[in-house]
């Protein structure tokens, strides 16, 4: 018989450097997850990311036990590291904040496809050039 589920819980957290301080700590804890247990299993499974921000589903069972699905980072993260950026631009119309070539926005689409409401890497990649332009942040070819 399936467990039945009691709540799922979406969390972002550093790839192979989750801690039970905020915000997993408290997310966790007030539906009485083991905290520990979360951190070393989501730190091993995510170890190659090395503090890339990452979403995660918690899905915790009544019996609290848990099970997770880590996802692909953010656009906009993935972004910045390409760009070599810290942040995208306040006016992003008006200032650029870096620039991306059109094959880096490809292999960006690539990793987020199984994640983005996409049909085929074409719509994929129209998706990310959008996130960018709304960064600031110039596609050149």
Excluded: W
């Excluded at 008006?94 to 074409?122: C, H, M, P, S, W």
């Amino acid at each position: 018989m399936a467990k039945q589920v009691a709540v799922k819980i979406k969390l972002q957290a550093p790839g192979g450097q989750a801690t039970p301080a905020p915000p997993v700590g408290p997310a966790l804890g007030q539906n009485g997850v083991n905290i520990g247990q979360f951190v070393s299993q989501f730190n091993e499974q995510t170890k190659e990311l090395n503090g890339t921000i990452v979403p995660v589903v918690i899905t915790v069972f009544m019996d609290k036990s848990f099970t997770f699905e880590v996802k692909s980072p953010p656009a906009a993260v993935l972004l910045k590291q390409t760009a070599e950026i810290a942040k995208g631009s306040g006016v992003p119309n008006r200032e650029t904040a870096g620039q991306v070539t059109a094959e880096q926005v490809r292999k960006i689409a690539e990793t987020k496809f199984k994640d983005l409401n996409a049909y085929d890497i074409e719509n994929a990649e129209k998706i990310i050039r959008g996130t960018a332009r709304s960064m600031g942040i110039e596609i050149v070819d």
